[in-house]
């Protein structure tokens, strides 16, 4: 058992993070759009996709999963944090990373022990530097 947390609760957030939870672990997952949270404390799934309905209940009654809008306590505990968080494309094509970078700022502030960071969402080769290095920005 593994305690995740996914930061934006999307199409892929919510695929990725109530499969973790159905596999066993303990998943946060983490949105800054607080209807859509609300919305899925009260139990019902934002999205469409075949059987997630049932995860997702199951998950939740059995306090595998869960939501908030707070990064803070969404990380507190976590050892993996996965980042699945918007990256539309650029006015040149390329994926937009400041989302994710901006998200990998806040953590570089937050997290206070070892943590491994996933991106989830579609980025370009090297990406991982870059988070790597949005993280490592903060004088703790
Ligand atoms: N949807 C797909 O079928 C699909 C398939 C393959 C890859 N992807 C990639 O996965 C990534 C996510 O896509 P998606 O479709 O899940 O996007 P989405 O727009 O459905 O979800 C993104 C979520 O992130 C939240 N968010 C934005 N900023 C935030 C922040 N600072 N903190 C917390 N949450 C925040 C949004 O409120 C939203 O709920 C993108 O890189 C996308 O290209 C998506």
Redesign the pocket.
Known sequence: MKKIAV?????????TGTCFAETGNQVIC????AK?VDLMRSGKVP?YEPHLDVLFERNIRDKRLSFT?N?DEAIEDAEIIFL?????PGEDGS?DLR??L??AE?LGKKIKNYKVIVD????PVGTAEKVHAAVAKMPK
């Open positions: 930061v934006g609760t999307g199409y892929v957030g919510l695929v983490v949105d800054i759009d859509k999205i809008t990064l699945a968080l918007p990256t539309p994926a989302y994710v901006g998200v806040e989830k969402s579609t980025v």
